[in-house]
């Protein structure tokens, strides 16, 4: 009979997940896994494979908690479309209560420093990003069709503009630029969005 595990597999993901983030797969090592996770090098590999299918498995752990939260935090159905989105790309780079300052998005620090090298990690890092696109479209939608975005706005280029400007802030971000400039490329990015529709008389 095999022998139990004697960790939680599914906690130990969750830490790994926390030593990506912060350091990045190219600088954490099998034995700075083993340490975080306080596994032997034998039962690392003996439940994970290798360290390349842990960190696709920390990516997917990612991008069902901190990625799944970011989305909904931009759920715009109960407040003006604008407001939504200033708050939600104001919560992204200030991070969530209690979170450490300056980590960035581990979805984007992985895009950036495997770019397009590792296809398995290509695929999840797009997937993640499409759904903030998607996130972004619905949004835009919203408020559109309720008269609180131009009538010919065009979305997808809405979408476009407003993700990449996401993603330059979670770059500066983890630079740790200034609060209050990030603030100011914020409010210009919406105001790009166009004036509000005039109320009828």
């Known amino acids: 009979m095999a022998r139990p595990r004697q960790f ?8 790994a997940t926390g030593l990506f983030w912060r350091r990045g797969y190219h600088a954490t090592s099998v034995r700075d896994l083993g340490d975080e996770l306080k596994l032997t090098p034998s039962s690392l590999y003996r439940t994970f494979t290798d360290k390349h299918t842990l960190f696709l498995r920390a990516l997917d752990h990612y991008r069902a908690t901190e990625s799944a939260e970011a989305r909904q935090q931009l759920n715009a159905a109960d407040r003006p479309v604008r407001e939504a989105l200033r708050e939600w790309m104001l919560w992204l780079v200030g991070g969530p209560a209690g979170g450490e300052p300056g ?8 895009a950036t420093e495997l770019g397009t090298a590792d296809e398995k990690v290509r695929r999840q890092t797009e997937a993640a990003f499409e759904g903030t696109r ?18 010919g706005l065009d979305i997808d280029a809405a979408v476009e503009l407003l993700f990449t400007t996401v993603l330059g802030l979670r770059v500066r971000e983890r630079a740790g630029h200034d609060i209050e400039r990030l603030t100011t490329a914020i409010d210009a990015a919406i105001r790009a969005l166009g004036p509000a529709p005039a109320e009828p008389a």
């Open 8 to 15: 939680d597999e599914t906690e130990a993901v969750t830490s």
């Open 103 to 110: 980590r960035g998005c581990f979805v984007v620090n992985t």
């Open 134 to 151: 998607q996130a972004l479209r619905s949004a835009l939608a919203g408020g559109r069709d309720r008269g609180e975005l131009p009538a």
